[in-house]
């Protein structure tokens, strides 16, 4: 079937469809009339899984170590009942501060923000976590497009060196030929620079928030 059908079915958009499909947590089959995806019913099933998963606040890296066989379904729900108890927590003692706040009758512009940042440095310290689960999942999804823009930059910049020092041992090699292959490398890396700004742009800007939402 057609993204659009599987779209309607699961409930959620071909945006994040094809967002999970990049991380590999699906693998529709391809037309090979066409080269289309072409979606079973076991690829709806899966996704619905996924939905469930991720409405439970399951990370990424763990859908896709459960679907490795590499965790069981008890474990990973396990982790997510512990993450949801210290949230509690965090919660309630987030709570406790905002009726101190509220109790002390202060109003936005006299209010003793200072004391109230110290408090709540005071509770990280103790172990309160003010970070979000998405703010996790971005800082995963940034770091595979940063590792390989890494790499490859190394070996382009490796390339130039070799090209450099083939010049120096050989002097004869045409200066022209070394100017345009520098060129070429140096162009390579300022396009994986730009791809590699407008991924991180595209993850700041909603991609991965997007997904969360199912």
């Known amino acids: 079937?057609?993204?659009?059908?599987?779209?309607?079915?699961?409930?959620?958009?071909?945006?994040?469809?094809?967002?999970?499909?990049?991380?590999?947590?699906?693998?529709?089959?391809?037309?090979?009339?066409?080269?289309?995806?072409?979606?079973?019913?076991?690829?709806?099933?899966?996704?619905?899984?996924?939905?469930?998963?991720?409405?439970?606040?399951?990370?990424?890296?763990?859908?896709?170590?459960?679907?490795?066989?590499?965790?069981?379904?008890?474990?990973?729900?396990?982790?997510?009942?512990?993450?949801f108890s210290k949230r509690q927590k965090d919660m309630d003692i987030l709570s406790q501060l905002c009726q101190e706040i509220i109790d002390s009758s202060d109003e936005l512009e006299n209010m003793d923000v200072e004391k109230y940042l110290d408090d709540m440095k005071r509770l990280e310290k103790g172990g309160v976590s003010f970070m979000d689960i998405n703010t996790i999942d971005v800082k995963k999804a940034k770091r595979g497009p940063k590792i390989a823009a890494i790499v490859f930059i190394l070996i382009m910049i490796a390339f130039i060196a070799l090209m450099v020092i083939g010049k120096m041992s050989d002097p004869e090699t045409p200066m022209f030929f070394i100017i345009i292959m520098i060129a070429i490398f140096a162009a390579a890396i300022i396009g994986v620079c730009l791809a590699l700004s407008q991924r991180l742009k595209e993850i700041d800007g909603g991609e991965q928030n997007e997904a969360n939402k199912y």
């Open 1 to 83: 079937m057609k993204i659009n059908q599987v779209e309607e079915l699961v409930g959620i958009t071909k945006k994040n469809i094809r967002f999970y499909e990049d991380q590999g947590l699906i693998t529709p089959n391809r037309n090979l009339e066409n080269g289309y995806r072409d979606y079973s019913l076991e690829d709806v099933k899966v996704l619905n899984q996924i939905k469930l998963l991720r409405r439970l606040e399951v990370p990424i890296e763990e859908i896709r170590r459960l679907q490795a066989g590499e965790i069981s379904l008890d474990v990973c729900l396990q982790q997510q009942i512990k993450e």
